[in-house]
């Protein structure tokens, strides 16, 4: 991608230093024997096979048009230390942070996090770029509906017992993504995400219930598996 220097900083290019530096070929011997990569490789395809939330979304996605295949839009990079994955619109491709993704779970949710937003990115065709609005929306989404901020994540990181905490989860979440990507205020990203949150957070598609565990998202899995049923005794 031909990106300036001020772009990859102000777009959040520069937490993916691989994106540019033509460091690996895909398919390169060097790429094959690199353990982080390798190990990447296997939890990413774990991922796509056994998770109800990236199952779901690799289905939806096909049956909007934008079917999702493994060599041509994931990429396993070594980044930034402070993130975990990434969307890069420009070559629609899901970046994954070898060297910080060391868990199955946590791969898992990254997994889902950067597919809803390519699954924005395939129905809503958003403006990432141009329109800060389409960015904190679909971050949003994101934090809502990946696990990010499910009951089990927010004690391990000892954060609960608050009132709304599931959507205050959200919103700092939301918020924390656009500062990391976007070189502008807080309180300019604050203002935006407040301004699309209701929306934002009541848009939970296409699971159609905020899927707030795995048990939740395989109910969502089983209905979209049988929406062509439910729809044919209508």
Same mark, same amino acid.
């Given at each position: 991608?031909?990106?300036? *220097?001020?772009? +990859? ?8 230093? +691989?994106?540019? &530096? ?5 398919? =390169?011997?060097? *790429?094959?024997?690199?353990? #982080? ?15 109800? @939330?990236?199952? !779901?979304? !690799? ?9 999702? @295949?493994?060599?041509?839009? #994931? ?21 994954? %942070? ?6 199955? &779970? ?8 950067? !597919?809803?937003?390519? #699954? ?14 389409? !960015? ?13 901020? =499910?009951?089990?994540?927010?004690? =391990? ?10 959507? *205050? ?18 309180? +300019? ?10 929306? %934002? ?34």
């Amino acid at each position: 991608m031909a990106q300036t *220097e001020q772009q +990859e900083e102000d777009y959040g290019y520069n937490l993916f230093p +691989e994106r540019n &530096s033509g460091k690996f070929q895909k398919g =390169s011997i060097a *790429e094959s024997l690199f353990t #982080f990569n390798h190990k990447c490789q296997v939890m990413l395809q774990f991922a796509m096979e056994t998770s109800p @939330y990236a199952k !779901l979304l !690799l289905g939806a996605m096909k049956s909007s048009g934008c079917a999702v @295949y493994k060599d041509r839009h #994931f990429s396993c990079e070594d980044c930034d230390g402070t993130v975990s994955g990434g969307f890069d619109a420009t070559s629609s491709q899901i970046v994954l %942070c070898q060297n910080n993704i060391h868990q199955q &779970s946590h791969m898992n949710r990254v997994v889902t996090h950067e !597919l809803i937003h390519a #699954f924005d990115h395939c129905r809503a065709h958003v403006d990432w770029f141009n329109n800060f609005k389409h !960015l904190a929306c679909s971050e949003i989404r994101a934090a809502n509906l990946s696990g990010d901020c =499910s009951f089990h994540n927010e004690v =391990s990181r000892f954060n609960f017992g608050l009132k709304k905490h599931h959507q *205050e989860c959200v919103r700092g979440r939301a918020l924390r993504s656009i500062l990391a990507v976007r070189k502008v205020s807080r309180e +300019e990203a604050e203002k935006v995400v407040d301004e699309v949150f209701d929306t %934002c957070f009541n848009d939970h598609a296409p699971f159609g219930r905020i899927p707030h565990d795995k048990k939740d998202a395989k109910f969502a899995y089983r209905d979209f598996e049988n929406r062509d049923r439910y729809s044919a005794n209508l």
